[in-house]
T-cell receptor, first 114, second 111 residues
Framework: GENVEQHPSTLSVQEGDSAVIKCTYS??????FPWYKQELGKRPQLIID?????GEKKDQRIAVTLNKTAKHFSLHITETQPEDSAVYFC?????????????FGTGTRLTIIP | DADVTQTPRNRITKTGKRIMLECSQT?????MYWYRQDPGLGLRLIYY???????NKGEISDGYSVSRQAQAKFSLSLESAIPNQTALYFC??????????FGSGTRLTVV
C-alpha cells in the first residue's frame, strides 16, 4: 500500500518568515495530494490540494508543489502569522472518479514565534 | 460544522468492554471513513465505505468492526476494548473531488 513520509515533525518560524513542509510518497499511481490543518482540539480541515496533472497551486499565502518524478510534494506558507500555528498533515491517494482513500503523513507541528 | 456528527465526544471504558462509536452526516455523501489519530503516528485508516453496500478494511482494522446502517450513518465497534485502542477517533465523509470533511472526533480511553 501507499506510504507517506512527512518532515519535519516540528517546525518553529518567526512571524513573517516562510515555512516549508515536505512529504514523499511511495506509490507512483497516486494522483491526489491534499493538505490538512488541525488546530489544537479541532478537527483536521482541508486547506489546499493538488492533482498530478499540475506542478504547483497557490491560494493566497499557501502554495503546494508536486514533483511526480521524485514522488514528493511540499507545502509553502509565506508571511506566516500566529494563526498559522497548528499541526499540518499531508496525504496521498489514488483518486478514481472521486473514490479515494487517503494515506496521511505523521504530521508537522508548526509554531509561529511572535 | 454540525454536518458530520460523532457521538460520544469523550468516552472512558474498561478493558474487555464492547463499545460503539457513531457517526452521522447530513452532507448526503456516499463515502465515509473511520480514522484513528495517535501522537506521532498521524491519521490511520481503520475502515471505509464508498456506498451503503460497500465495506472495506483499512490499514489497521484488527480489533474493530463497522456497520453502514444507511447512507448517513457509519458506526465503529470495538468488540473487546484494549488499552492500546486508546486514541482520538475521527469519522470523515467525501464526495467527488472536494476532499474530506471530518467530524469533531471521539476521544476514547480504555483503562
Amino acid at each position: 500500500g501507499e506510504n507517506v513520509e512527512q518532515h519535519p515533525s516540528t517546525l518553529s518560524v518567526q512571524e513573517g518568515d516562510s515555512a516549508v513542509i515536505k512529504c514523499t510518497y511511495s506509490d507512483s499511481a497516486s494522483n491526489y495530494f491534499p493538505w490538512y490543518k488541525q488546530e489544537l482540539g479541532k478537527r483536521p480541515q482541508l486547506i489546499i490540494d493538488i492533482r498530478s496533472n499540475v506542478g504547483e497551486k497557490k491560494d493566497q499565502r499557501i502554495a503546494v508543489t508536486l514533483n511526480k518524478t521524485a514522488k514528493h510534494f511540499s507545502l509553502h506558507i509565506t508571511e506566516t502569522q500566529p494563526e498559522d500555528s497548528a499541526v499540518y498533515f499531508c496525504a496521498a491517494a489514488i483518486s478514481n472518479f472521486g473514490n479515494e482513500k487517503l494515506t496521511f503523513g505523521t504530521g508537522t507541528r508548526l509554531t509561529i514565534i511572535p | 460544522d454540525a454536518d458530520v456528527t460523532q457521538t460520544p465526544r469523550n468516552r472512558i471504558t474498561k478493558t474487555g468492554k464492547r463499545i460503539m462509536l457513531e457517526c452521522s452526516q447530513t452532507k448526503g455523501h456516499d463515502r465515509m471513513y473511520w480514522y484513528r489519530q495517535d501522537p506521532g503516528l498521524g491519521l490511520r485508516l481503520i475502515y471505509y465505505s464508498f456506498d451503503v453496500k460497500d465495506i472495506n478494511k483499512g490499514e489497521i482494522s484488527d480489533g474493530y468492526s463497522v456497520s453502514r446502517q444507511a447512507q448517513a450513518k457509519f458506526s465503529l465497534s470495538l468488540e473487546s476494548a484494549i488499552p492500546n485502542q486508546t486514541a482520538l477517533y475521527f469519522c470523515a465523509t467525501s464526495e467527488g473531488n472536494y476532499g474530506y470533511t471530518f467530524g469533531s472526533g471521539t476521544r476514547l480511553t480504555v483503562v
